[in-house]
């Protein structure tokens, strides 16, 4: 709630401060006084648009600053600590808005000493301040406001969540549904061409080993003429020419084995003339049975020529080594499969929306019917409650709307809206539409009583509500704020005695000329001093002993 509130140099006022308490606090004064101007100065710090003309004559600057308790306002606190905005000393429910305006460049505003914008007066100022009689300030009127009241009226803060939830729930599949769409949709070409590619180079079929084997091949058959001609010479040099290096080597071991039982230090070259021998015979026998397999097979040839092509052009193809071809292979496999499996994912993924989205609708029908039955209690009671503050023949209604399941949200199904017909005959409309600011008021007292206990924003302030009322009604407008107050703190701005006296607490508003200059006071009133006050709206500024005893019996009542 507002604890305290100090204006600096604005309009009228000199120094003025503010000390609020809970309840409700009645601001009287002669008309003129200044009073609108505690409200203009608590609007201007929670946002609302600053003009140097507001500046004091003669000052360079006007300066407010608004001091509020968060202690019952939990959602305040933590709109704080997204924002950055916190307290940084051992005060966690303390929030201190200062703003300043100055005549030669643009306001300036702080927030528990961090500066900050008006955009983030004017959010924190719906959450802390409901000014009603002034369109700037009146929360009722948003669209979001309504709808939050009905609910909090209606008590379904669990349902209110859990439609959410489902809500997020079903747009996140369907927004995975909506990429699988548009993946599948760019998919095709890129298919089509994958299978292709699959196709050609599986029909490849290229081993491991296949190239390095199939280059052997080729460098052999393309050189069997030189092949067969080097080897018959060989095998001729061997064993078939006239002596045969193999007859001789032959015949000289002979006369090693010989020698060797005369010297037996022969024994070693017979013996390696001996393994000499054999290995040319066998080398001789090898060759032979080489020669008689080698044969010039074109057939072969042009098979190997035609195999190896066909592996260098595919792997120019696709810009690989020939070495890399079953790589290139595996790659396209594994992305060809990943794409088709888009299929099954879409078909999963569109089950899981078409779930979510059912569990959204089931959940968002039973808000819906609860929302309906709410309102018309609470349509009800505030019609009932307009009839007292003298709005005969008044209506309320809250509109609830469906929409188009496309054009759902988080919020539900349903547009919700609060009509008003001020006076018989009148058609309904929306409660922005509505012309009196005095009608205003007293509607949106209406509202408020009835929804006092669900309320969020801790503070309710009444500009004029008094306007265009006066007798019995006006008493039960005071004996309305005062249960108002019993809930929530409430600052009244009224010039009836009847609304001043059911007040906890009375701050007096007076003008006051000194130095040649205009000032404003404000100061709160002990009892004689409200027994006066209250006297002279009764009966103007000559207080008789009437008057005083009428404003005594007032007072009484209300305690």
Not at 80 to 105: F, K, Y
Not at 315 to 325: C, E, N, Q, S
Request: aromatic content about 2%.
């Amino acid at each position: 709630m507002l604890i305290q509130l100090l204006v600096k140099d604005l309009a009228i006022v000199s120094t003025l401060e503010l000390e609020c308490a809970a309840g409700l606090t009645a601001l009287t004064g002669e008309t003129g006084a200044g009073k609108s101007i505690m409200i203009d100065a608590l609007g201007l710090a929670l946002g609302d648009k600053a003009d140097a003309s507001m500046i004091r004559a003669g000052c360079e600057r006007a300066e407010i600053v608004a001091n509020f308790d968060l202690g019952a306002v939990p959602a305040a606190a933590a709109w704080l600590r997204d924002q950055a905005l916190e307290d940084d000393d051992t005060h966690p429910t303390s929030c201190l808005v200062r703003r300043l305006i100055v005549r030669d460049g643009r306001s300036r505003a702080y927030v528990n000493g961090h500066p900050a914008t008006s955009s983030q007066l004017r959010e924190l100022g719906d959450r802390l301040v409901d000014v009603h009689g002034q369109h700037a300030h009146q929360s009722l009127l948003r669209a979001q406001a309504q709808r939050e009241l009905l609910d909090a009226y209606a008590g379904h803060h669990a349902l209110v969540a859990a439609v959410a939830t489902a809500f997020r729930d079903y747009r996140h599949q369907a927004q995975q549904c909506d990429a699988l769409e548009v993946a599948r949709q760019d998919r095709a070409d890129r298919l089509e061409l994958l299978r292709f590619e699959v196709e050609e180079l599986s029909a490849l079929a290229l081993s491991a080993d296949e190239l390095t084997e199939l280059d052997q091949e080729q460098r052999r058959l393309s050189h069997l003429g030189h092949l067969q001609e080097k080897t018959s010479g060989i095998l001729q040099l061997l064993s078939e020419a006239e002596p045969a290096l193999v007859d001789q080597l032959r015949a000289a071991g002979a006369d090693l084995v010989e020698l060797a039982e005369i010297d037996t230090l022969l024994a070693e070259p017979r013996d390696l003339l001996e393994t000499a021998a054999i290995h040319l015979g066998e080398a001789a026998s090898s060759l032979r049975h080489y020669l008689d397999g080698l044969e010039i097979d074109q057939a072969a040839r042009d098979a190997v020529e035609t195999r190896l092509l066909q592996i260098h052009d595919l792997a120019r193809k696709y810009r690989v080594l020939p070495t890399l071809l079953p790589e290139a292979l595996e790659t396209r496999r594994d992305e060809l499969a990943d794409l088709e499996q888009v299929d099954l994912q879409l078909g999963e993924v569109r089950a899981a929306r078409d779930a979510a989205l059912a569990t959204f609708l089931e959940q968002a029908q039973q808000l819906s019917r609860a929302r309906i039955a709410a309102g018309e209690r609470l349509s009800q009671t505030v019609s009932d409650t307009m009839q007292q503050l003298g709005m005969v023949g008044g209506r309320f209604t809250i509109e609830i709307s469906a929409l188009d399941p496309a054009r759902a949200s988080a919020a539900g199904l349903e547009r919700i809206a609060f009509l008003v017909s001020a006076n018989p005959g009148q058609p309904l409309q929306p409660l922005a539409k509505v012309a009196s600011g005095g009608e205003l008021s007293r509607i949106s007292l209406a509202i408020q009583v009835a929804t006092a206990e669900c309320g969020s924003v801790p503070t309710l302030v009444f500009d004029e509500v008094d306007v265009g009322i006066g007798g019995g009604v006006a008493e039960i407008v005071g004996r309305l704020l005062r249960r108002l107050g019993d809930a929530r703190q409430i600052l009244c701005v009224t010039h009836l005695p009847q609304v001043a006296a059911q007040a906890h607490h009375q701050l007096r508003v007076r003008k006051e000329t000194f130095d040649g200059q205009t000032h404003t006071r404000i100061e709160p009133l002990d009892a004689p001093a409200r027994i006066d006050e209250i006297a002279r709206m009764l009966g103007g500024t000559k207080i008789t002993e009437r008057t005083r005893a009428h404003a005594t019996e007032m007072l009484g009542w209300a305690s």
